[in-house]
């Protein structure tokens, strides 16, 4: 089963504004991760945060957590044409990840 | 650093065949090897673990002996689909963790899009 659900499922924006993507879970973590992939194509590593960490940043993404909600936040600013991908939430540790469901987002001139 | 590539990238076989993916990692030894499968507009689910040297570790639901799993290497990893069917048309996707680096970290190939006729 999905560890984690993501909303929304799909999200269109233009070049430029910002794009907000979240992650629910249902168990306790120690780590949260974000991957984007690109249409057809493997995994690449964006984001993780640590279950003691609220915030944090990565040139245009900021991750948020909230353990008491179980929930984190993907955020992209500045949005450009080339993060058109879908994004995914994961969480366990590296011997096991278990992927959210994804965020497919479309980023239009 | 840290490249894990697949081959084929793309397979189209007949019903009933056997098709092997191959998973390397390039410039790292992977002491441990993921296999995901991912249908189109899903999320990936992962099928078995594996680890170098030892029998895979599958995951519920899936058949250890239609999906074949060997590591015998700490740069190879290959996945057998053995008497393929149109339901087995699939993104499969490897993934490797590695003796040095981060320890919460997967490296992921680009994937095998397996198409069964």
């Known amino acids: 089963s999905q560890q984690g659900e993501e909303d929304p499922q799909a999200l269109s924006i233009q070049e430029g504004e910002n794009a907000t993507m979240n992650c629910s879970y249902k168990t306790s973590i120690n780590n949260l991760q974000w991957y984007r992939q690109n249409s057809g194509r493997g995994l690449v590593h964006l984001i993780l945060?640590?279950?003691?960490?609220r915030e944090k940043h990565s040139g245009r993404l900021r991750v948020t957590l909230d353990t008491s909600k179980k929930s984190s936040s993907l955020l992209i600013t500045a949005s450009r044409a080339a993060d058109t991908a879908s994004y995914f939430c994961a969480t366990g540790t590296a011997s096991k990840l278990t992927f959210g469901t994804g965020t497919r987002l479309q980023v239009t001139l | 650093g840290a490249v894990v590539s697949q081959h084929p990238s793309w397979v189209i076989c007949k019903s009933g065949t056997s098709v092997k993916i191959e998973c390397r990692s390039l410039d790292f030894q992977a002491t441990t090897m993921f296999w995901y499968r991912q249908f189109p507009k899903q999320s990936l689910m992962l099928m078995a673990t594996s680890n170098e040297g030892s029998k895979a570790t599958y995951e519920q639901g899936v058949e250890k002996d239609k999906f074949l799993i060997n590591h015998a290497s700490l740069t190879l990893s290959t996945l057998t689909v053995t008497s393929a069917h149109p339901e087995d048309s699939s993104f499969y996707i490897c993934s490797a963790r590695g003796l040095a680096g981060p320890p919460d970290e997967q490296y992921f190939g680009p994937g095998t899009r397996l198409t069964v006729t």
């Open positions: 945060i640590r279950s003691n960490e």
